[in-house]
């Protein structure tokens, strides 16, 4: 056994300097206040390292090393024994002189603390062996004055090795034979300081909890600042979020405001399709006006030729009355000259009209030779056409040369028909195209990436957010493409985005929602859209090659990263002669090896870009230079549809013109002119030689009846053909209004066609439903406007609540961050939530799933299971007690009965669900998997239970901000109900809180020091050469002076070493003590102490 045997002080408090020995027993009495715990802190600092002094009478707790090195005197003052201005640095001596009795052996165990004049303080220790206290000097004269040395004097003097705290403590512990590590020394101390000021007033629960059971709090900061990290990640998250709706609403709105756009764009279609119908019917009625006429024009041709056939029957009537009056003088030789004249002329006039004919045959016909020189084509007969009017080639030969001709300009007029045919058919195809183009440009003008091609995807992808939201789960289908920020090498887009193909939108869905988004899929009409089982994909362990193509995607998400990696992990990035080297590589040529399969990417058929945010300025530049091209194209198209409208205009003219001729009229008109002049000459020469009779008067009357009758008729003729001229002004007259109206509906499809490119599935909608109107009988929906004005006056409304909705959002932002309060700004707001979304949305929804985690984890295993690990521990430690107890051989055997608390609090429920999370523990199941009920005793549900009412009650601790309250949940003691059992000759295993007398005090103080003893052996009977102090302040307070022998002779039947501080009861202990050491006050900072030892008879 080893045993302190000597004390030396120097500079700790008011002990200036002094040395007193110390026994097996040792008393140190005085009165409170007089130095009693100064000096058994001191011992306990220096065997022990221990720092939790005894509470000062003087000063409540104001005990550190400092204020015992510096000798705190006032600490509302802050003044001091040995202030730093006298006394810059403080060298303070704490040393040990320890006795092996078994081996009647000394060493010395010295502790040095120099404190400088920052109250900054290094201890360090010493072992000298061999030694004994009075051997040593820790002061020595200069001059005049008594000066303490400094630990490297003292070293220099004594040439002992100097030891930091931590390699000091642990020799220490090895010098006194107790060998403890760093955690069982701070088990240890408390021990001591259980033993030392335990109450003997409290209560046994309190007892327990206080002097029994280690002081284990759980560690709530942890679990404070992650809750704290989540608060403000929330808090980041829901501003975010709150920019998202915010700029979400003002999108609506810029989407509303389309709307009503498009609801006046569709009435401005309307009303010109309206046009166009009025147009088309007014075209229609001109046209049926034109028939009447056509017919009523036909009928008088009838008619005339019915009266021009009565006349001729009169005139014939009139031909031989006048015959027959010629008969009777010279008359009839006068009407045979007047007759052939006529013929003459007849024949003169018509031939005059042919020649005319001809000639003008020639003039078309010689234009239209040099019109098909111009467009190359040969013409046959080119001669004979040539000399239509000469007497060179026969009629016969003209006119077959000319209707050779006219099927030639037929047949070449069909050809340019049907390549106009095939002209419009490539332009209606390079209107759809260029549709399709301005669609992409308006949503990229957006922000908005393209998705028209992949309807399938969108409908089912809409169909999963929308049963998410139905069911209130904060999550959102995306595809995977949506995820992608973009390319770090533009140079490899064509490659990774003609490999992906359909894969850059798969469906992506957070892993825990799979299972719902794939039976939607089972149930969707869009059976052909691609879903990507997450909840696979996030088990897997993926590792892309270093060089992996994958390497070029940038992406936040981990799900979506995961994917890629996936996708392209294994492909070797390298140049197009490397990729034979790899199984799986790409080049940015585009050239690739699948699983050994080498190819190149057809980039021709990548129509759009999808990954990452420049794609949607990278679809914009394609659509614009594939508009333009479409536009050239177009008006080279059109170009040449107007140039063979008109080649096939001028040739359905020409061909109209193209009749019939005499090929012969010219020299026929010169020999019908010289046959005119000579009956003219006979004519003149038989109205010379005429003579007038009576039958001849007669007959003459006759003749001037059938004259006035021949005038009627002609009179009916010529009304007949004023009704033709009337009814041909009427046809002339509607079919220029059938111009008009022609000239109107191009107008008008002109209006519509540039409406069909702005918009042409509005175009069309609108046009479909105007006609329904039409078929309802002008009822329905499909109609113009009722009320335009109306229409117009919401249309500024939305436009002003979009620059209201602007202006509030571009407020709370610095002007950096502000957007553009425009109509047309719609494609800042869509980048601006974009890029919100990308970035900053998955980076905090990240971060603040990796604190949720690390929240749970804390939560579990850093309090719930901690909890549990330290009331298991106590419990363990009270039945070694229990067993140490009951070795003693007292006249009661006192035991622990310690039970978790069974009272519905929140302490049983925390216990429950500790016990719980064990079991799966010890089962070895993960977070979220079933285990089968027989084999926990949880069932799944009652887990599930339990997981939810344990995040009630810590977000209610840690929210609650009660200092207290946290304290008093993170104590694992107050998850316990504490009693002692008492047994005797009268009792057994009997509550101690239930006799009588207990209340007083005097009941417990035994059973309360038997118990902190038996804590104590525990440690020393397991040693076996080693100290066996134990430092009691105040003991046996409210024991009688028998109890209190009796206490004294356990404690020498257990070999300890007491050392006792008592102000009364001295003569009692004092009896028993080797010992006696009175401290006194004498002054503010001088403490001193006397010595009184007592030795044994050996007589």
């Not at 393209?450 to 969108?458: M, R, Y």
């Not at 009409?525 to 909840?535: E, G, M, S």
Request: charged share 35%.
């Amino acid at each position: 056994m080893i045993e302190l045997s000597m004390v030396r002080l120097i500079n700790w408090y008011a002990f200036n300097n002094i040395t007193a020995p110390f026994g097996k027993f040792t008393l140190v009495a005085g009165r409170n206040g007089n130095g009693k715990s100064v000096l058994l802190d001191a011992i306990k600092y220096a065997l022990y390292g221990d720092t939790v002094f005894n509470k000062s009478t003087e000063n409540k707790g104001s005990r550190t090393v400092t204020s015992y090195t510096r000798g705190l005197l006032d600490a509302t003052a802050g003044s001091y024994m040995r202030p730093a201005d006298k006394v810059p640095n403080v060298y303070t001596h704490i040393v040990l002189e320890m006795h092996e009795k078994e081996l009647d052996r000394y060493f010395i165990l010295g502790t040095v603390i120099e404190t400088n004049s920052g109250n900054g303080f290094v201890t360090q220790r010493y072992v000298i062996e061999g030694k004994r206290l009075s051997e040593l000097e820790h002061t020595y004269v200069e001059g005049s004055s008594l000066l303490v040395y400094s630990a490297s004097q003292l070293q220099k003097k004594y040439g002992f090795k100097l030891m930091s705290v931590t390699e000091g403590l642990g020799k220490f512990m090895q010098r006194t034979g107790l060998r403890l590590n760093e955690g069982q020394l701070a088990a240890f101390r408390r021990k001591l300081r259980s033993v030392m000021s335990y109450d003997p007033d409290a209560k046994i629960d309190q007892f327990i909890r206080e002097c029994v059971l280690e002081e284990k709090k759980v560690d709530f900061s942890k679990l404070i600042e992650t809750k704290n990290n989540i608060d403000t990640l929330t808090g980041t998250f829901e501003a975010i979020d709150g920019e998202i709706n915010e700029l979400e609403n003002i999108l609506s709105l810029f989407d509303e405001s389309k709307r009503k756009d498009n609801i006046i764009f569709a009435d401005d279609v309307k009303i010109a399709y309206r046009k166009f119908l009025k147009y088309q019917e007014q075209m229609e009625t001109a046209e049926r006006a034109m028939d009447i006429a056509g017919k009523q024009i036909e009928e008088d041709t009838k008619r005339l030729k019915f009266i021009e056939e009565k006349e001729g029957k009169t005139s014939f009537a009139l031909h031989e009355a006048e015959f027959n009056r010629d008969q009777m003088d010279c008359s009839k030789a006068i009407r045979d000259a007047e007759e052939a004249l006529k013929e003459a002329d007849k024949r003169k006039e018509s031939l005059a009209a042919e020649k005319k004919m001809l000639l003008e045959q020639q003039n078309r016909i010689s234009e239209l030779i040099n019109w098909c020189y111009e467009e190359e084509k040969k013409i046959e007969d080119k001669e004979i056409l040539s000399s239509l009017t000469l007497d060179t080639y026969t009629g016969p030969q003209k006119e077959n040369s000319v209707e050779h001709f006219a099927a030639f300009l037929r047949e070449y007029r069909d050809t340019i028909l049907g390549e106009m045919t095939r002209i419009r058919d490539i332009i209606r195809e390079n209107d759809e195209k260029q549709r399709k183009c301005r669609q992409i440009i308006d949503d990229c003008n957006a922000k908005k990436t393209t998705f028209s091609e992949i309807p399938d995807w969108v409908s089912l992808k809409e169909q999963i957010n929308r049963e998410f939201q139905k069911r209130g789960i904060a999550s959102e289908a995306r595809f995977a493409c949506e995820y992608v920020i973009g390319l770090s090498d533009e140079d490899w887009r064509d490659t990774i985005e003609g490999y992906l193909g359909q894969r850059r939108y798969t469906i992506l869905v957070e892993p825990e929602y799979y299972d719902l988004a794939d039976d939607i899929l089972n149930a969707s009409r869009n059976r052909y859209a691609h879903l990507f089982n997450t909840k696979l994909l996030m088990k897997k362990n993926i590792s892309p090659v270093e060089d992996s193509v994958a390497n070029f995607i940038e992406v936040r998400n981990p799900v979506a990263r995961q994917y890629f990696d996936y996708q392209l992990g294994r492909f070797h990035a390298t140049t197009i002669e490397q990729v034979r080297k790899f199984e799986n590589a790409m080049s940015k040529e585009g050239r690739v090896a699948v699983a050994m399969d080498g190819y190149f990417i057809r980039k021709d058929r990548i129509r759009y870009y999808y990954l990452g945010q420049e794609t949607i300025e990278l679809n914009r530049r394609k659509a614009e230079k594939k508009l333009s091209s479409l536009k050239e194209e177009q008006r080279e198209h059109r170009e040449e549809l107007e140039g063979k409208t008109a080649k096939k205009s001028y040739l359905d003219t020409q061909l109209s013109l193209l009749t019939t001729c005499n090929y012969n009229a010219c020299q026929e008109y010169e020999t019908a002119l010289a046959e005119y002049g000579k009956k003219e000459s006979e004519l003149q020469e038989l109205i010379d030689a005429q003579k007038n009779n009576m039958e001849y008067l007669r007959l003459a009357q006759t003749v001037s009846d059938l004259e006035q009758e021949l005038a009627a008729i002609r009179k009916e003729i010529s009304d007949v053909r004023a009704d033709m001229s009337h009814q041909e002004t009427e046809y002339n007259t509607n079919e220029k209004d059938y111009q008009i109206a022609e000239e109107n509906i191009g107008q008008a499809q002109t209006a519509l066609q540039e409406y069909r490119l702005q918009n042409g599935v509005i175009c069309d909608k609108a046009i479909r439903d105007y006609e329904l109107y039409l078929e309802n009988g002008y009822s329905g929906q499909g109609g113009t406007l009722k009320d335009r004005p109306r229409a117009e006056r919401l249309q500024r409304e939305v436009r002003d609540n979009l620059k209201e909705a602007q202006y509030r959002y571009n407020a709370v932002r610095t002007a950096e961050n502000q957007l553009p309060v425009t109509e047309d700004s719609q494609a800042s707001y869509q980048g601006r939530k974009d890029k919100i979304w990308m970035d900053d949305r998955q980076e905090i929804q990240e971060k603040l799933k990796e604190q949720t985690g690390r929240y749970e984890a804390i939560f579990k295993n850093e309090f719930v299971l901690t909890v549990l690990k330290s009331c298991e521990s106590a419990r363990s430690d009270l039945k070694l007690i229990n067993a140490e107890l009951a070795r003693l051989d007292f006249k009661s055997v006192y035991e622990f009965d310690v039970r978790y608390i069974r009272d519905g609090s929140d302490y049983e429920k925390i216990l429950e669900y500790a016990r719980y999370l064990k079991e799966r523990e010890e089962l070895g199941t993960a977070d979220g998997q079933m285990t089968f009920d027989t084999m926990t005793s949880y069932s799944n549900d009652r887990g599930d239970e339990l997981e939810n009412e344990m995040k009630k009650i810590i977000n209610r601790i840690v929210s609650s901000d009660d200092k207290e309250k946290i304290e008093r949940y993170a104590d694992y003691r107050n998850y316990m109900n504490y009693e002692i059992l008492v047994s005797n000759d009268v009792l057994n295993k009997a509550k101690l809180s239930k006799q009588s007398g207990f209340n007083s005090g005097a009941e417990v103080q035994i059973p309360y020091i038997l118990i902190l003893l038996s804590a104590l052996l525990m440690i020393y009977n397991d040693k076996n050469n080693s100290t066996r102090l134990v430092f009691i302040d105040e003991p046996f307070a409210k024991m009688d002076p028998v109890n209190v022998k009796i206490m004294l002779g356990f404690m020498k039947e257990q070999k300890l070493q007491m050392v006792f501080c008592a102000p009364d009861k001295t003569d009692v202990i004092g009896d028993e003590c080797n010992v006696i050491l009175p401290v006194l006050r004498k002054q503010q900072d001088l403490m001193e102490i006397g010595i009184v030892e007592m030795h044994e008879n050996k007589a």
